[in-house]
């Protein structure tokens, strides 16, 4: 089967590695990709959210299957688009139709949707710049630190914590009566700050039945102790030590289930990722998930550190989403522990450096390299973006994973690198 998959990040690369290794896949295509998707297929120099251009592709090619990265096209409806057109209706689309979607587009959605099925969140009120005066006044009566979102896509921009009333004050103001997020900002959910450790659970969905994936935890700062701003993020670790089996119980009775159930009550049809994003927080029974937010696609850099720990073979499990019989599918995941660290471009993330030589990838010793923000140029890796390379190992244990990831991030150089080398430091 031919196979076009969307996307230019570190994920698609991590996806792309694992698809190539299928006897299932004759070729596979990447758009756009970057400067090291081509060792696993073909790179198309088509942008994601460029349907029309996309469909032209897939008929020309004679494409089996779409699996879909980012969410940004998920969100403007690319798998409508598909069944929309009769000449590309039978060619399964892995990623949700866009009202599924709207759990990452319309942070108001999910909050609603979380709500409606029972599921454990932050208590939440939503605002618009018509209703800015009552959502100053409902600020003065919450405890701070208080969480601000976005209601749609920002480019991971969007979340603000505010220590002080008269900075949530500002920065409501500012989000709604000034767009500081522009249009993703017409609508602000002003939520209550959960605290305990964050970890990221992914579910893979045919709508009826699902898949647990393994379990990350991602770290967001750029500064080592989690100091400084925040990123698309830094570095991930899977599995998480704290999300035992109990835990983890309570993650598929209280969160999982009633999303996938939800999901059917509300007729929302879902067929991919769904990505839940966790707070533990302690309480006398021991400790409790709340859902953060949802995602309608795997997590950067997560992807990197769960995707190495699945044993089977991913293009059977995305046939078994197209064709809704993913329970009959053998989900079997390595007991081996994967530690990831993001090399990044100076300056990132503000405004960062572009086009560096990168130079040292042939000598990495324990781990593999995911291309992120690179490209190719007369055969020479450059830099590309702000989040350039990710190298992850796969080991035995948590210390051996994390020592031989940043030994070997150590061996990559260009002009202004830099890394974390305390990722998983604090699952040790």
Do not use: W
């Not at 209706?89 to 979380?114: C, R, T």
């Not at 993650?251 to 533990?280: H, S």
């Not at 080991?395 to 051996?400: K, L, R, S, Y």
């Amino acid at each position: 089967m031919n196979i076009l998959l969307l996307g230019s990040g570190g994920r698609e690369s991590a996806f792309a590695s694992k698809m190539a290794q299928s006897p299932l896949l004759s070729q596979l295509y990447i758009a756009p990709g970057n400067g090291g998707t081509g060792a696993y297929g073909k790179n198309v120099n088509l942008k994601a959210t460029d349907f029309g251009a996309l469909a032209e592709f897939v008929l020309k090619n004679n494409i089996g299957m779409v699996v879909v990265g980012p969410e940004e096209p998920l969100v403007k409806g690319i798998h409508d688009y598909f069944l929309d057109r009769a000449d590309l209706a039978h060619i399964p689309v892995i990623g949700p139709q866009q009202e599924g979607a709207q759990l990452e587009g319309s942070k108001d959605f999910s909050k609603q949707f979380m709500i409606r099925h029972g599921i454990p969140t932050a208590a939440f009120k939503s605002f618009t710049v018509e209703t800015l005066q009552e959502g100053l006044a409902y600020l003065d009566t919450q405890k701070l630190p208080i969480v601000l979102k976005a209601d749609g896509l920002a480019a991971g921009k969007g979340v603000l914590i505010c220590e002080t009333l008269d900075e949530a004050k500002l920065e409501l103001k500012a989000m709604l009566a000034d767009a500081k997020f522009g249009e993703a900002s017409s609508t602000v959910v002003v939520e209550e700050f959960l605290t305990g450790i964050e970890l990221s659970v992914f579910v893979l969905t045919d709508g009826k039945s699902y898949k647990i994936l393994p379990e990350a935890k991602d770290y967001k700062r750029i500064g080592e102790g989690d100091t400084g701003l925040n990123t698309g993020g830094m570095g991930s670790v899977s599995p998480v030590p704290f999300a035992d089996a109990q835990f983890m119980k309570k993650v598929e009775e209280r969160i999982i289930i009633p999303t996938i159930e939800g999901l059917k009550k509300d007729n929302i049809p879902y067929k991919g990722f769904i990505f839940i994003g966790l707070m533990a927080s302690h309480t006398p029974e021991g400790k409790d998930p709340y859902v953060i937010e949802y995602n309608v696609r795997m997590g950067d850099p997560e992807t990197e550190s769960v995707i190495p720990r699945i044993e089977s073979d991913l293009i059977e499990l995305f046939k078994g989403v197209a064709d809704e019989n993913l329970a009959d599918k053998e989900l079997k995941i390595s007991s081996k522990i994967a530690a990831t660290i993001m090399l990044v471009a100076g300056g990132y993330p503000g405004e960062y450096l572009k086009g560096k030589t990168i130079t040292g990838i042939e000598n990495l010793r324990h781990s593999v390299a995911f291309h992120a923000g690179t490209e190719l140029e007369n055969g020479i890796v450059k830099s590309n973006g702000g989040r350039v390379i990710a190298i992850t190992s796969l080991q035995d244990n948590i210390f051996d994973a994390v020592q031989k990831a940043t030994a070997d991030a150590g061996r990559i150089y260009f002009d202004g690198r830099y890394f974390r080398a305390d990722i998983g430091a604090d699952l040790m």
